[in-house]
C-alpha cells in the first residue's frame, strides 16, 4: 500500500463573520495544518474550544459547517475530496469515512427507529442486503457491550441511556465497515462513571475492527487511553505532534506543558470556624409528589467555606440546589441559614434572605440578558438590594469588574461579545454585588476549557479568601472539587453516601460507590484504562 | 390506560365541551341581533293581533333560557328545526347542501395539501435560491389577491376566453364525478390558491427549523442526498405543526367558501347561509354557524391528535 488512507497537506479552513454593527469580514479558522493517516492508525486531535479541532474533523469528510470555506488538499484514499463533485462525496461520506459526534442524544433522529438509522447507510450505499446489515449491527451492539442486542434496535432514541446512545452511534458508524471514523469528543457529554465504559467499548471495536480514527477532544487524559499519536491544536494551529507517550511524559512546547498540568491548583482545607452559615437537615424533596428525588440529606456548611457536592447525572445534587433556594419546596426536613429558619418556598422568602443567597449556573450564556450591558447586568443587585444609582452604582459596577479581573473597558459590552470564561466572570460578578453570605455554584466550570476554568476557580478561592463567603459547589468533575474543596458530600440517586472534611472522604476505606467514582477519573498514563477495569468493584448505573 | 389513549380522550372531551360553548354563543348572538322574527315574517302590515299569535306559535313568549335548551334538545336528537321562511325541515334541506360543501371542499384539499407541502419541500431544498423565492413569491401573490378577484380572473380568462372550463359550478345528482370536477373546476383553483401560501410556508418554516438539528448533520455526513435528508429525516419531525396549520386551511375550505360559492353560484352551504341571513331566518342562520364551529373543532381536534401520535416519545413511552 503505497498511499496513506488521509493525507492532509496545508489545510486552511476560512469563514466569513458578521458581527454586529460592523462589517463582514473573514477569518481564518485553520491554518497550515498538515497531517497522515495510515490504515489502522488511531490518532488524537487535542486542543481548547476554538482550537479547530472539530473543523478538521469533518474537513476529512470534506463537510463545513455553516459557509465554511476549506483549502489545501485532503487525500482520502488516493483522491483528492475537496475537489470531489457532491456526487462523489455521498460516496465517501458513510461508505469510506464515518463520524461520532459528541451529543448522540441529538444526533439520532427522534422519529425513527434505532435499527433503520444504523443500517441506513449500510442499505444507501448497497454494501449489503437488509438482513445481513441487521445482523451485523447486532453483533456490533453485542460487541459494544449493550444490553440486549437482539432487540434494542427496535427502541426509539428516547428510550435508551446517553451512554448507551454513544454506543449505538459507534455501531452505526461501524456498520458500514468504514476505513476511517471521526470520533468528535464522544465520551464529553458523559458522566465520569459511563465514560469509561464507552471509552472501553470504542478502544475495543477499533482494536476488533482495524479501522483508522481520529479522535478528537479537550482532555488530554482521554485521548491517552485510545489513540497512538496525538496532534496538540492552538488557534487554528498545529503546536505539537508525537506520539502519545512524548506528548504526555516528555512535552516539548510550553502550551502543551500547560494542557499536561492543568487543575494544579492546591488548595489546604480548612478547619470549620464560627457557626454554620447553612445547615441542611433531613431534606427529603420530589417533583409533583412523584418519584422522590432526594431522601434525608443533611448537610452543614460554615463561613468562608466550599462544601463540593458530586455525584454523576440524576444523583440529585442539582435538585438539592433548588431547595436551598427555595425553587423546589422541599416535602420534609428544614434549612436554617445563619441561624434563622428559612421559609421553605421561594415566594415566602424576604428580600433580604434573598439577598444572602446566590446562584451561579453552568451555562452563563442563558443566565444574562442578551440585550444587557454588562454594567446594567451587574448594577441590577446593587440597584434591586441596596437602592443604589446613577454615578455611585457605576463606580461599584468597575470596582466589581476590578474584583473580577476584567476592568472598566468592559462595562459597556453585551454578553455575546465576552468569552466563555468572561461571561463566567460576570455572573460571579453580579452574585457578588449582593454582598451574599453564601453562592451555589452549579457545574460552572463544567462548559469550560480546563486552562480557563482553572482561571476561575482561581478567582472563587481569592474571593472567598477576601470576603469569607462560603460556597455550595455542585460538580460532577472530582478533578475541581480536589482543588477547592473544604468538605465533601457524595450523592447517589438522591441519597448521601458519604460526607465529610475533604481529607476524610478522599481516603480509604471507600464504599463502593465514592470508589468507583474516584477510580473513573481518567488518569494521564497509559494503560490506566485497562488496569483501573481490572480493579473495579461495582458497575456503573449509567450503562 | 395508554397515555395516547387518555391524551385523545381528553382531546375530544374538551372538544365536545367546547362545542356546547359555541352553541351557547351562536344562540346568544342570534338572541341580540335587532328586529323581531315575527314582524319580519309576516311584514310591515301585519295586525298586532296575527303578530301574537306567530310569536306564541313560534314560542318566542317564552324565556331564552327554555328556547336554548328547547333548542339544544332538538339539536342531540337531529333535529335542527324548520326553516321560518319557507317550513321545510332544515336538517334535510341542508344535508344536501353540506354534502355539495364537503365534495368542493375535499377536493380543493385533495389537491392543495399535497401540493402545499411538496412546494414547501422544494423550498426547503433550494431555500435562498430562485425556486424558493419564486414559490414564495407566486403564493404570496395568489393570497394577497382577494378571492372574488381571482375568481372573476379566472372566469374571464379561462373559462371566457379560453373556454375551457364553465364559469358556473352548477351540480345535480345525474352528473357522473368527472363531469362534477369540470364543473367545479375553477372554484377548486381559485381555493387552491388561497390556502396554498399558508401551508407552503409553514412547511418550510417548520421543517427549516428541524433542519438546524444535530441529527440533519448525521444524515449529510451518511451520504444521504439533499432531498432525502430532508423527507426522511427532517419532515418526520415537523409533522406536528404542518398537521396544525393544514387543519385551519382545511377548516377555512369547508367553512370560509361562502364568496366562492356566491361567485360561481355553487349550491353549497356558503349559498344556503347567504340566502338565509337576507331573510332574516335565525333558525337556520342558528343551524349553520353550529355546523361551522363542529367542522372547526372537529378538525382541530384531528390536528392535535395527529401532533399527539406524531411524537414518538408519547407513542413509545420508555
Known amino acids: ?543 | 390506560m395508554h397515555p395516547i389513549l387518555k391524551l385523545v380522550a381528553q382531546r375530544i372531551a374538551l372538544g365536545i365541551l367546547l362545542l356546547f360553548a359555541a352553541s351557547a354563543l351562536i344562540f346568544v348572538g342570534t338572541e341580540i341581533l335587532p328586529g323581531d322574527v315575527a314582524q319580519s315574517i309576516l311584514g310591515q302590515t301585519a295586525t298586532p293581533e296575527a303578530l301574537a299569535n306567530l310569536r306564541e306559535d313560534l314560542g318566542l313568549n317564552e324565556s331564552a333560557f327554555s328556547r336554548y335548551f328547547n333548542w339544544l334538545g332538538g339539536v342531540l336528537q337531529g333535529d335542527l328545526g324548520n326553516a321560518l321562511s319557507n317550513n321545510k325541515n332544515i336538517a334535510e334541506a341542508m344535508g344536501k347542501r353540506l354534502g355539495n360543501t364537503l365534495f368542493l371542499a375535499g377536493w380543493a384539499a385533495l389537491f392543495s395539501v399535497p401540493l402545499a407541502v411538496t412546494l414547501g419541500l422544494v423550498a426547503v431544498r433550494y431555500k435562498n435560491r430562485w425556486p424558493d423565492k419564486m414559490i414564495s413569491g407566486v403564493t404570496l401573490a395568489t393570497i394577497s389577491l382577494p378571492e372574488f378577484f381571482i375568481g372573476y380572473l379566472l372566469i374571464y380568462f379561462v373559462s371566457v376566453k379560453l373556454r375551457w372550463f364553465p364559469s358556473v359550478a352548477i351540480i345535480n345528482d345525474s352528473m357522473s364525478v368527472l363531469e362534477k370536477l369540470n364543473a367545479i373546476a375553477l372554484p377548486i383553483a381559485v381555493l387552491t390558491m388561497v390556502v396554498l401560501a399558508h401551508m407552503m410556508r409553514m412547511t418550510r418554516a417548520a421543517i427549516l427549523n428541524v433542519m438546524q438539528s444535530p441529527y440533519i448533520e448525521t444524515a449529510e455526513l451518511k451520504g444521504l442526498t439533499p432531498f432525502n435528508v430532508i423527507r426522511k429525516h427532517a419532515f418526520p419531525n415537523a409533522i406536528a405543526p404542518i398537521v396544525n396549520v393544514v387543519m385551519i386551511n382545511l377548516a377555512y375550505l369547508v367553512v370560509g367558501i361562502v364568496i366562492v360559492e356566491v361567485i360561481f353560484v355553487y349550491p353549497g352551504m356558503g349559498q344556503y347561509l347567504v340566502d338565509h341571513v337576507a331573510k332574516r331566518d335565525v333558525p337556520v342562520v342558528q343551524a349553520c354557524a353550529l355546523v361551522f364551529a363542529a367542522v372547526y373543532i372537529g378538525l382541530n381536534i384531528v390536528a392535535d391528535i395527529v401532533s399527539i401520535i406524531s411524537n414518538p416519545r408519547l407513542r413509545h413511552p420508555k
Open chain 1, 1 to 543: 500500500m503505497a498511499n496513506p488512507l488521509v493525507e492532509i497537506k496545508n489545510l486552511k479552513i476560512e469563514a466569513t463573520v458578521y458581527p454586529p454593527g460592523e462589517k463582514p469580514h473573514d477569518i481564518v479558522i485553520v491554518e497550515n495544518v498538515s497531517l497522515t493517516l495510515e490504515r489502522g492508525q488511531v490518532m488524537g486531535l487535542i486542543g481548547e474550544s476554538g482550537a479547530g479541532k472539530s473543523t478538521i474533523g469533518l474537513a476529512a469528510l470534506a463537510y463545513g459547517r455553516g459557509g465554511i470555506r476549506l483549502s489545501g488538499e485532503i487525500f482520502v484514499n488516493g483522491r483528492d475530496i475537496l475537489k470531489a463533485s457532491a456526487k462523489s462525496l455521498r460516496k465517501l461520506r458513510g461508505k469510506e469515512v464515518t463520524y461520532v459526534s459528541q451529543s448522540a442524544a441529538a444526533s439520532f433522529n427522534p422519529a425513527r427507529r434505532l435499527m433503520e438509522q444504523v443500517i441506513e447507510t449500510t442499505l444507501l450505499h448497497k454494501l449489503s442486503n437488509k438482513r445481513d446489515a441487521e445482523a451485523r449491527a447486532v453483533e456490533l451492539f453485542a460487541a459494544l457491550g449493550l444490553p440486549d442486542p437482539e432487540n434494542i434496535g427496535r427502541r426509539f432514541p428516547h428510550q435508551v441511556s446517553g451512554g448507551q446512545l454513544q454506543r449505538v452511534m459507534t455501531a452505526m458508524a461501524l456498520c458500514p465497515k468504514p476505513d476511517l471514523i471521526i470520533f468528535d469528543e464522544p465520551t464529553t457529554a458523559l458522566d465520569v462513571t459511563t465514560q469509561i465504559d464507552v471509552l472501553a467499548a470504542i478502544k475495543n471495536a477499533i482494536k476488533e475492527t482495524g479501522v483508522a480514527a481520529l479522535y478528537i477532544t479537550h482532555d488530554l487524559a482521554v485521548v491517552a487511553q485510545v489513540t497512538d499519536e496525538i496532534m496538540v491544536l492552538r488557534n487554528g494551529k498545529m503546536v505539537e505532534h508525537g506520539p502519545v507517550k512524548q506528548i504526555i511524559e516528555a512535552p516539548i512546547e510550553a502550551y502543551t506543558k500547560e494542557l499536561v498540568s492543568a487543575h494544579s491548583i492546591e488548595h489546604e482545607e480548612k478547619p470549620p470556624r464560627d457557626n454554620p452559615v447553612l445547615v441542611v437537615k433531613n431534606i427529603s424533596a420530589s417533583y409533583g409528589g412523584g418519584v422522590q428525588v432526594l431522601s434525608d440529606i443533611s448537610v452543614e456548611l460554615h463561613p468562608g467555606q466550599t462544601l463540593a457536592v458530586v455525584g454523576e447525572s440524576g444523583s440529585g445534587k442539582s435538585t438539592l440546589a433548588r431547595v436551598i433556594t427555595g425553587l423546589l419546596p422541599p416535602s420534609q426536613g428544614s434549612i436554617s441559614f445563619d441561624g434563622k429558619e428559612l421559609p421553605k418556598a421561594l415566594k415566602q422568602r424576604s428580600l433580604e434572605e434573598l439577598r444572602e443567597l446566590q446562584m451561579i449556573y453552568q451555562m452563563a450564556d442563558v443566565a444574562m440578558n442578551p440585550r444587557q450591558t454588562v454594567g446594567t447586568i451587574i448594577g441590577r443587585p446593587l440597584q434591586l438590594y441596596f437602592g443604589i444609582r446613577g454615578a455611585e452604582k457605576r463606580r461599584m459596577v468597575i470596582e466589581l469588574l476590578d474584583q473580577i479581573e476584567m476592568g472598566e473597558k468592559f462595562i459597556d459590552r453585551y454578553p455575546a461579545e465576552l468569552s466563555g470564561g468572561q461571561k463566567q466572570r460576570v455572573c460571579i460578578a453580579r452574585s457578588l454585588a449582593a454582598k451574599p453570605k453564601l453562592i451555589i455554584c452549579d457545574e460552572v466550570t463544567s462548559a469550560l476549557d480546563p486552562l480557563v476554568a482553572d482561571g476561575i476557580l482561581r478567582l472563587l478561592l481569592d474571593l472567598q479568601k477576601e470576603q469569607q463567603v462560603a460556597y455550595l459547589f455542585i460538580t460532577h468533575d472530582l478533578a475541581t472539587v480536589r482543588s477547592i474543596a473544604d468538605s465533601i458530600a457524595v450523592m447517589y440517586q438522591g441519597k448521601l453516601v458519604r460526607y465529610g472534611p475533604k481529607s476524610e472522604v478522599l481516603s480509604p476505606p471507600f464504599d463502593d460507590y465514592t470508589d468507583l467514582l474516584l477510580s473513573s477519573v481518567p488518569e494521564m498514563r497509559i494503560g490506566w484504562l485497562e488496569s483501573v477495569l481490572k480493579s473495579r468493584k461495582m458497575e456503573s448505573a449509567g450503562n
